[in-house]
């Protein structure tokens, strides 16, 4: 019998945890209107305003300040909404930052794909933006951004500051006062709830101007029925995370890269130097490509992502790489491996000799090229 495979894409999607399975199997069993006004329509109230509290207490922000969204792209989309003028992006955002403002200024990266402060605050003070977007760790190198420093600078010329949290939420502090953001954005399916909810948290008293109009939900914020279900899953799953021990994740991730490197020296380890979370290794084999990488570690059982953005089933070099300054070629030789709660040796184990013999497979026909 085939042995399980590996998943190894944490970064893309997490295996959505069977205690939100269930809380979600129970809303869905009920029905109920949360805006209606009969006994069905106050329980489906109450299960939703339980589920915001839950995860207010989870990011440390009080209720009223949790806005909640269809996911990540929803909640990085309406806060870009309340610039009142010019916006200013660091150049290794989301596809939904950037794609949403195609005409921002971008704010560079050093070769560790770490904002650069100086740069930052340079342009800042001479274009003067209203609103400043930045991640706080990056999704496919998994560098942690100087969140806090930015904010500093941002209010110096008088702009808000948005913060992407997707990819950093349960694994790092996102409370908005704490980072000194006016909003941040977090997503459920990225830490164990499901997809199609996410939330926008506010810092206290920010007024939010909503994009999508024609009803009073969220406090008149995000018109739309609520994800009941969705959101109660969601907050299930937060209330797991306490217990990770990303210690562990991230030594998981350190050996992972050991062993890869001994095999193969030239293979390098992308923000190496810099901060990293502890689930995210973003690995570059010049002349190997990403795609070569992919499709042999899929054959072997092992599942992991690629340093660049999948569309159409062709895979694009990443804007990121690219913004740190490696060649296109490069760009296209990175993989993404992610690692989560449930990861376990066995499956760097799985990883390590799948690579090992690909790479073999791949010098072997490049020496005898010549």
């Not at 904002?115 to 209203?130: F, I, N, T």
């Not at 997809?195 to 939010?208: M, N, T």
């Not at 694009?316 to 760009?331: C, K, N, W």
Request: charged letters at 20%; proline letters at 5%; one cysteine or more.
């Amino acid at each position: 019998m085939t042995a399980p495979g590996v998943y190894l894409d944490w970064a893309a999607t997490a295996p959505v945890r069977p205690e939100a399975i269930e809380a979600m199997a129970e809303v869905l069993r009920e029905v109920g209107n949360p805006s209606s006004v009969h006994g069905f329509g106050r329980r489906a109230r109450a299960r939703l305003e339980a589920a915001r509290r839950t995860v207010a207490r989870a990011f440390a922000v009080e209720p009223d300040a949790v806005l909640f969204t269809s996911g990540g792209t929803e909640a990085n989309q309406l806060a870009l909404h309340q610039a009142d003028g010019r916006i200013a992006v660091t150049a290794i955002e989301h596809a939904s930052i950037l794609e949403a403002v195609p005409d921002a200024l971008r704010l560079p990266v050093t070769a560790e794909g770490v904002l650069d402060l100086e740069a930052a605050e340079r342009l800042l003070a001479g274009h003067r933006p209203s609103l400043v977007a930045c991640q706080l760790a990056n999704n496919e190198t998994g560098a942690i951004q100087p969140v806090a420093e930015l904010a500093r600078l941002a209010r110096a010329v008088g702009a808000k500051l948005h913060v992407d949290a997707v990819q950093a939420a349960g694994k790092l502090a996102c409370a908005p006062e704490a980072l000194g953001a006016d909003t941040v954005a977090v997503s459920a399916h990225k830490l164990g709830g499901p997809a199609g909810i996410g939330a926008l948290l506010l810092r206290p008293g920010l007024v939010v101007r909503p994009r999508q109009p024609g009803g009073g939900q969220e406090g008149g914020r995000r018109a739309g029925t609520p994800n009941l279900a969705g959101a109660v899953g969601f907050a299930r799953a937060l209330e797991l995370l306490s217990s990770v021990d990303w210690a562990a994740v991230a030594a998981l991730r350190d050996r992972l890269e050991r062993e890869l490197r001994a095999i193969a020296p030239e293979l390098r380890v992308v923000a190496a130097e810099a901060a990293r979370l502890a689930t995210i290794s973003c690995l570059l084999t010049p002349g190997l490509s990403a795609e070569t990488q992919l499709v042999a570690l899929d054959l072997e059982g092992v599942a992991v992502g690629a340093g660049a953005a999948c569309s159409s089933g062709k895979l694009a070099p990443s804007h990121v790489l690219r913004a740190m300054g490696f060649t296109e070629a490069e760009a296209r030789s990175a993989i993404r491996v992610s690692l989560g709660w449930s990861t376990r040796e066995a499956d760097i184990d799985r990883l390590v000799a799948a690579w090992a013999a690909l790479y073999r497979r791949w010098w072997q026909r490049r020496a005898a090229r010549g």
